[in-house]
């Protein structure tokens, strides 16, 4: 069902009204998301603006997980070595770590992150095998169930226990969403994609990405693969009711895409959980 935007605070839904802003550089960043010319020095410009974001970016980018072999001294150079659209990747996922970062001493709302990340990653993976732009990708996967991390942070305890009762009982995840808060967390995360203004695709990964992919191979397609296979390598963010293997996701894949993916489960498992570590 689409989902119709309201514009102003006011008739903000009722589940969403208590979500705390999104930190402002966060916010400049995903307008940067919408426009495909960024210049280095715009994007530099932009993250240098708040030191504490420039230093975890830095750390990140003199981390194992990119394994220069000199220093990383400033965002210009790291733009320059990795690109403004893995800039921007890495700004948007620590600027969305910091405002979840109280949620994380919940472990069931930690583990909706991870999720977040490893989905992220495994898209990035199959937009590799895709032959589409991997940043891109990896962005769509950290955002597709920013509905439920919002969601979480509005209300953490309940949320926390639904989830636990989906451990105990596998249940339609969605419809006990809708009970809880009056919208599931694809309905809030069409609505907050929508608020921040980000390009299309992201508003349709986040509102469709639950929805059995039909016809073309594109975004849509990708996180919703990405997603399964997180669940499928032990990245879950709620026990699913029709739990897949990770062979069993594969081999709903398109051919070229199933032949590119590498598809040993214990590999892949390990390669998420070091990725997700350089992260933390
Ligand atoms: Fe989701
Ligand atoms: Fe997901």
Not at 239 to 268: A, G, M, W, Y
Request: hydrophobic letters at 45%; a negative charge.
């Amino acid at each position: 069902m689409p989902v119709t935007l309201q514009r102003t605070h006011a008739q903000r839904p009722w589940a969403l009204i208590d979500l705390p802003p999104f930190p402002a550089v966060a916010m400049r960043v995903l307008k940067l998301l919408s426009k495909d010319d960024v210049g280095m020095k715009e994007l530099t410009r932009e993250i240098q603006a708040d030191p504490a974001l420039s230093l975890e970016i830095l750390t990140i980018a003199n981390s194992a997980l990119f394994g220069f072999r000199s220093e990383v001294r400033n965002i210009l150079q790291a733009t320059a070595l990795m690109g403004a659209e893995r800039v921007k990747a890495i700004a948007l996922t620590v600027a969305m770590k910091g405002y979840l970062t109280k949620s994380f001493q919940i472990p069931a709302l930690l583990a909706c992150w991870r999720h977040s990340l490893a989905s992220a990653f495994l898209a990035e993976d199959l937009a590799k095998a895709a032959l589409m732009e991997k940043e891109f990708a990896y962005i769509a996967g950290l955002l597709h169930d920013v509905g439920r991390l919002a969601l979480g942070m509005i209300k953490p305890m309940e949320y926390a226990n639904l989830l636990a009762a989906a451990d105990e009982k596998p249940v339609d995840i969605l419809e006990q969403e809708r009970e809880l808060f009056g919208m599931d967390h694809c309905h809030a995360g069409a609505w907050l994609t929508q608020a921040w203004k980000l390009p299309k695709p992201f508003v349709e990964v986040a509102t469709h990405h639950h929805e059995k992919p039909s016809g073309k191979f594109d975004i849509v397609s990708i996180v919703h693969y990405g997603c399964l296979m997180a669940d499928a390598v032990g990245f879950e963010a709620v026990r699913p009711q029709e739990p897949h293997s990770l062979q069993e996701v594969l081999r709903t894949l398109p051919d070229r895409e199933r032949l590119r993916f590498r598809s040993d489960p214990e590999q892949l498992a390990t390669q998420v959980a070091m990725r997700i570590n350089s992260l933390e």
